[in-house]
């Protein structure tokens, strides 16, 4: 029976679990060999994505993604994990990305949730509730 990539990451995590640091890049290549070898090769490029996403599965890890202007949580990471993990009641792995067309402030993505703390959305919601009240000001 032929492997899916998904049955490559398990074993991959599996593996690494109980490898030295050292060694971890050489079960890395061993596994994309292995998807080479299974006419998976196709599959290489989202690989790291099948990982992460088995990982978070296995192990009840939720993704999230923190984007701010500069690429940095400004020392702030450890309190957003935990009152992320707190809220939703499983651990997460927060990945801090750079967005240059932030203006200020910052967007936290979870899952399919979209959390709007930029000095962009604060602007447009100001914007929204004026125009809302306008007809009664005049």
Do not use: W
């Not at 080479?36 to 296995?58: I, N, P, Q």
């Not at 939703?88 to 709007?116: C, I, P, Q, Y």
């Not at 962009?120 to 100001?126: D, E, I, M, N, S």
Request: net charge negative; glycine share 8%.
């Amino acid at each position: 029976m032929k492997p899916t990539p998904q049955d490559i990451a398990r074993a991959l995590i599996e593996t690494c679990q109980n490898l030295p640091q050292q060694e971890v890049s050489d079960a890395i290549d061993a596994a994309l060999h292995l998807l080479h070898v299974y006419g998976l090769g196709k599959d290489m490029r989202t690989f790291s994505r099948t990982v992460k996403d088995v990982f978070a599965k296995e192990f009840g890890v939720t993704s999230a993604t923190l984007l701010t202007h500069g690429g940095d949580a400004s020392g702030t990471e450890q309190a957003i994990i935990g009152a992320l993990e707190k809220a939703l009641g499983k651990s997460v792995d927060l990945n801090v990305t750079k967005d240059s067309s932030l203006l200020g402030g910052a967007l936290l993505h979870v899952g399919d949730e979209r959390f709007d703390a930029s000095l962009r959305g604060a602007l447009q919601r100001v914007q929204q509730h004026l125009t809302a009240i306008s007809p009664l000001v005049s």
